[in-house]
């Protein structure tokens, strides 16, 4: 095997920021190599770099041995690279066929688009690879799964042979993820191509990768031979310090029914049926988790329970107290807490200090109000430090504007709040979306710990591993509709995957 | 709030205005006359004379509290663009509760003529509050649509059954119930002292309170404001009240104040527009826009004088629109300050680091 991409001494630097620290990496032709790293550590931008949209402030690349002197996504591609993103480029009314030959159509005479021929192409392109696909379905129709295959039949249509994933595998089911890897398998295998994949999972480094490259703070901290390390090496390596994830010691036997949600319909923000008669309970010191793709009744789900959205029928039910219909503010008086979805746009006052957002809530509590109305500024801010300290925010202190900070340590500021009212009712809904390994070990912890202490906890990730390594109970939502209700350690991701897509044992889809 | 001072503001405040004053200068020389000249009359058109100062303060105060009014509104996160019509029934109702209290003790009518002012001014507002929340009709539209329909309505009134006499001009307010002058033959009277207390608890109130601070979660993301239990709703309304309600006292000020008469265009040339151009300079904040009242009132009055050496009274506007201009461009300006400092520190660090070796972590 040959270089087939050489960094020399890369450096990358945005002011303020040095993205990439003097990284040297030879990336081999025909392997499949993982990078990995926390958010932040410089991946990315790495991977921009190869793919032209950065010019690297210091250092060489070398593809193929030829020296890069021209950065431009366009030459990148003419240079055969290729690259999928975590957030798909498709138009969603063209076909497949349309998509994929975006850019470089084929035309009739000349000028008119010929859409037989781009079909013709694209079912040549399936074939050859074994991608398989409708070319003339709409992208709208098709799964998520098979919109990333459009992506990478993309880039291949353009010629690459070199293919550059970013965070692939976020938005597919296990079985998709299964799927994606006997795909990655056979174009190195039969065509040689050289795959980069750029992921924080590391089960899935293991299981798809030849070699692994380590990053931290702009740093490549190690490359390794995959068959050498193991997750927990590779885990230590990325934080910089070991990290313990099997430690969640779950204590204590569940207690009263502390939410009770009977069945329930819920529109989404088009007014479609989005949760369609969903029945469910969740008992004091367990957590029961939500397993389901995006966009099938989750989120609505979880809204309607806190009262941001209207419930067409059916009832919630909150420590005893029925819940249907109230304001947020008064489903918060009855004891529950939530950690929304969505924090920039639900969670917090992106204007705002922190000081001010760990407050909310708590801003009429007599210790913070002087005569009924004065706002004690110096109380409030030694209320703020406290949180701050115990949450272990980092910033710049408690009077950094929250849309400053980094995505974790805004989440550890919803999270600082919300828990610090003691509820027994906890609504947690993506709890480490776009958060690091080292955060992310920290509000598992801190979500057990709820549970211990008796809390009722619905959760709903997209991150099935978090949903196994938290729940007690697991209910998998389909298309609005609950198609199963399992013991955490009763079930494997697999069998949850079935479940997931409405093709479950006994799914009623 | 411990914040540091925001000299970032001021910077870009003082570069707005001198931008202004030069524009101004060119424009001045253009037409053949001295630009300096020019600002000598402005000068000596506000401070030469103790009536002028108490003209420049009384009209300070009106944009002052107009400015206020809006901020209140912007806090919570709803546009009063109505404060002229508020203004203007405000001091439509409080005249015609002066006639028709004539006669009875000022320590009565004069609180009753307040109370009329606030009333109309609040419901006013109101309509587009709660159209806003319970219908989510932009209350910009609605209320630019119902300052229409005040002035019509004003105008209707005065030249028509509340006229005091056949020949009246308008409404005229009884002697008696008039604001005492403070300076002779100016405009300036004993409201400017109510005014400043009211100046002084809505700073308050905005700054220091905690209304003030769940209104301002509420301006700044109502979703979040919702989400976390504050009664976003209520407090959008209620602060689009409160914000009439100060314009409708500016209207009472107007006609018990200075002009001692109703008469549409007099109470009111688009005054609060002016406030709020200032409140949108202040970025809604309540100490600058009681600084760039100042600022306006003074280029105003001045303005006048200017017409002494031939300059006309247009000068003002092209001043006023220069500065909202400049302004506009307030958070440019300071972005490009601000990353030409991060490059600095960037480059420092990087050369630190390389000297250093190996970086520490």
């Known amino acids: ?509 | 709030m411990k914040k540091r001072f925001d000299y970032g503001y001021l910077i870009a405040l003082v570069i707005s205005l001198s931008v202004a004053l030069l524009i101004g200068a060119g424009i001045i020389a253009i037409t053949g006359r001295s630009p300096l000249r020019a600002y000598g009359a402005l000068i000596d058109g506000v401070f030469s004379s103790w009536r002028h100062i108490g003209d420049t303060l009384e009209y300070a105060m009106v944009l002052c509290l107009c400015g206020l009014a809006c901020d209140v509104g912007s806090r919570a996160g709803i546009f009063n663009v109505g404060g002229e019509g508020q203004l203007l029934l405000g001091a439509l109702v409080a005249s015609r509760i002066g006639t028709l209290m004539d006669g009875v003790t000022p320590w009565l009518a004069i609180p009753c003529a307040i109370l009329g002012a606030v009333a109309v001014g609040g419901f006013y507002a109101f309509i587009p509050g709660i159209l806003k929340v319970k219908l989510k009709v932009n209350e910009v539209i609605t209320t630019i649509m119902m300052n229409s329909i005040a002035v019509f309505l004003c105008v209707y009134f005065a030249k028509g059954p509340w006229k005091n006499s056949v020949n009246a001009e308008g409404i005229i307010v009884p002697e008696a119930y008039r604001f005492t002058t403070l300076i002779r033959s100016s405009n300036l009277s004993t409201a400017i002292i109510i005014s400043a207390v009211l100046t002084f608890l809505v700073w308050y109130i905005l700054q220091k309170t905690t209304k003030g601070y769940e209104m301002r979660l509420t301006g700044d993301n109502p979703r979040f404001a919702r989400f976390a239990g504050i009664k976003a709703d209520r407090l959008v309304i209620a602060a689009m009240v409160v914000s009439g309600m100060m314009c409708g006292l500016v209207g009472m000020f107007r006609v018990y104040g200075a002009e001692r008469i109703f008469k549409t265009t007099a109470v009111s040339n688009e005054y609060y527009f002016e406030g709020l151009m200032v409140a949108m300079i202040a970025q809604y904040q309540p100490l600058p826009t009681i600084i760039i009242s100042l600022i306006f009132a003074i280029l105003k009055i001045g303005a006048m004088g200017m017409q002494s050496v031939g300059v006309p009274i247009q000068i003002y506007w092209i001043l006023q629109t220069v500065v909202i201009f400049c302004m506009a461009g307030e958070k440019g300006i300071r972005a490009a300050i601000r990353k030409a400092r991060e490059k600095r520190a960037a480059e420092r660090d990087v050369l630190a680091r390389r000297e250093g070796g190996t970086a520490n972590e």
């Open chain 1, 1 to 509: 095997m040959t270089d087939e991409i050489r960094f020399e001494h890369i450096s990358m630097e945005f002011p303020g920021v040095l993205a990439n620290d003097d990284i040297s990496l030879s990336i081999r032709n025909g392997e499949v190599f993982a990078l990995v790293g926390e958010n932040g550590a410089g991946k990315s931008t790495l991977m921009n770099i190869l793919y032209g949209i950065n010019t690297p402030t210091a250092g060489n690349l070398y593809v193929r041995g030829e020296k890069v002197t021209d950065f431009s996504p366009k030459a990148a591609i003419d240079r055969g690279i290729g690259m999928v993103h975590q957030h798909f480029m498709l138009v969603p009314s063209f076909t497949v066929a349309q998509n994929i030959v975006l850019g470089r159509e084929p035309k009739n005479a000349g000028v008119l688009f010929d859409n037989k021929k781009a079909e013709k192409l694209t079912r040549e392109l399936v074939k050859e690879y074994g991608l398989e696909v409708d070319p003339s379905a709409e992208v709208r129709d098709i799964s998520v799964g098979l919109q990333q295959r459009v992506e990478i039949l993309k880039t291949l249509y353009r010629g690459a042979d070199i293919l550059i994933l970013d965070e692939p595998t976020a938005v597919l089911t296990p079985q998709e993820t299964d799927e994606l890897f006997e795909v990655i398998r056979r174009i190195v295998r039969e065509k040689e191509m050289t795959v980069i994949i750029i992921t924080h999972k590391l089960y899935e480094v293991m299981a798809i990768s030849d070699r692994v490259g380590v990053m931290r703070q702009g740093k490549l901290v190690g490359v390794e031979n995959t068959c050498d390390v193991d997750e927990k090496k590779l885990a230590s390596m990325m934080v910089g310090r070991p990290v313990l994830f099997d430690h969640l010691e779950k204590t204590g036997t569940p207690g009263d029914v502390a939410i009770e949600v009977d069945d329930l319909y819920v529109a989404d923000n088009r007014g479609l049926p989005a949760v369609r008669g969903v029945s469910l309970s969740v008992r004091k010191g367990e957590v029961l988790g939500i397993a389901a793709i995006e966009g099938n009744g989750q989120s609505e789900l979880l809204e309607a329970i806190t009262g941001m959205r209207k419930i067409n029928r059916g009832h919630v039910t909150v420590c005893g107290t029925d819940a249907t219909g109230k304001t947020p503010g008064e489903i918060r008086a009855l004891g529950l807490s939530h950690v929304p979805e969505d924090r920039l746009s639900t969670g917090v006052d992106k204007v705002a200090s922190v000081s001010d957002n760990l407050l909310v809530g708590k801003q009429k509590e007599k210790r913070f109000n002087l005569f009924g109305f004065h706002q004690r500024r110096s109380t409030v801010d030694r209320y703020a430090e406290e949180l701050y300290e115990k949450f272990d925010i980092r910033g710049a202190g408690i009077h950094t504007e929250v849309g400053s900070m980094s995505g974790g340590n805004m989440q550890k500021v919803v999270v600082a709040r919300e828990f610090s009212f003691d509820t027994p009712v906890l609504v947690i809904s993506q709890p480490t979306r776009g958060v690091d390994i080292g955060a992310m070990e920290f509000f598992h912890t801190r979500i057990i710990e709820q549970r211990n202490a008796g809390a009722a906890i619905l959760l709903s990730s997209a991150d099935l591993d978090e949903v196994f390594r938290l729940s007690d109970r697991i209910i998998t939502l389909y298309e609005g509709k609950i198609t199963g209700e399992f013991k955490a350690d009763e079930i494997t991701k697999e069998e949850i995957g079935l479940y997931m897509t409405g093709t479950g044992e006994g799914a009623k889809a």
